[in-house]
């Protein structure tokens, strides 16, 4: 089973707005023109130099989904799925690619 759009859309979302209230005005200014020097289609994303991104993703999941990520060293349910992670990452390339959806 594959994540749906909205799924990936609405993490996207979360994330987005999440990071920019991590990060000052000028730190998300500067991510987001930083982010820009690359092909809208690459995978780098500056966001780690400004804060623990992950942590504002995971934080973002816990939202949209109401219950926190499956961690890979989770033994109760044997980590996330290739759905989770394809949805981890689809989303963070969406954010990224929309600038992490700023006003």
Same mark, same amino acid.
């Given at each position: 089973?594959? +994540?749906?759009?909205?799924? =990936?859309?609405?993490?996207?979302?979360?994330? &987005?707005?999440?990071?920019?209230?991590?990060?000052?005005?000028?730190?998300?200014?500067? #991510?987001?023109?930083?982010?820009?020097?690359?092909?809208? #289609?690459?995978?780098?994303?500056?966001?780690?130099?400004?804060?623990? +991104?992950?942590?504002?993703?995971?934080?973002? $999941?816990?939202?949209?989904? &109401?219950?926190?990520?499956?961690? #890979?060293?989770? /033994?109760?349910? &044997?980590?996330?799925?290739?759905?989770?992670?394809?949805? $981890? /990452?689809?989303? $963070?390339?969406?954010?990224? &690619?929309?600038?992490?959806? =700023?006003?």
């Amino acid at each position: 089973m594959t +994540a749906s759009i909205n799924d =990936k859309i609405g993490l996207a979302r979360f994330f &987005g707005e999440l990071l920019q209230t991590a990060l000052t005005p000028d730190e998300f200014a500067e #991510l987001v023109e930083r982010n820009a020097m690359h092909d809208p #289609l690459s995978s780098v994303c500056y966001s780690h130099d400004y804060c623990d +991104a992950n942590m504002v993703m995971a934080e973002a $999941w816990e939202n949209m989904f &109401g219950s926190a990520f499956p961690m #890979l060293d989770d /033994n109760d349910n &044997g980590g996330p799925t290739d759905t989770d992670l394809e949805l $981890w /990452n689809d989303a $963070w390339a969406i954010a990224r &690619g929309a600038n992490f959806f =700023k006003p």
